[in-house]
């Protein structure tokens, strides 16, 4: 029997060690930008920078382009800036 594939949300197993496995996963999504939505975005990024598996989850925000929400530490805009810096340095890998 052949055995069944990994999907890319459990590569790795990462999940298994993440601090937040037992949080309110709407916690990670605020609503907003401002007031108490600034201060649950700093908390939360507080949060996510003591978790052991903090990079694979950005990553994985990443790989399968995660719009919403804060994913290893990481707010929307700054998961977009990532994206760019990578798709700018790809860009000139292949000119190279």
């Not at 055995?3 to 937040?20: E, F, M, N, P, V």
């Not at 605020?30 to 600034?38: K, L, M, R």
């Not at 939360?44 to 929400?69: D, H, I, M």
Request: contains cysteine; aromatic residues 10%.
């Amino acid at each position: 029997m052949e055995s069944a594939k990994l999907a890319t949300w459990d590569y790795g197993s990462w999940r298994d060690s993440a601090k937040c496995r037992e949080t309110n996963p709407s916690w990670f999504f605020p609503v907003g930008v401002t007031g108490d939505s600034e201060v649950q975005i700093r908390r939360v990024k507080e949060f996510c920078s003591a978790c052991p598996v903090s990079l694979e989850c950005l990553e994985f925000a990443l790989r399968t382009n995660q719009e919403y929400g804060i994913w290893g530490g990481k707010d929307e805009e700054e998961r977009r800036i990532i994206r760019r810096i990578r798709r700018v340095q790809r860009k000139a890998r292949v000119a190279s």
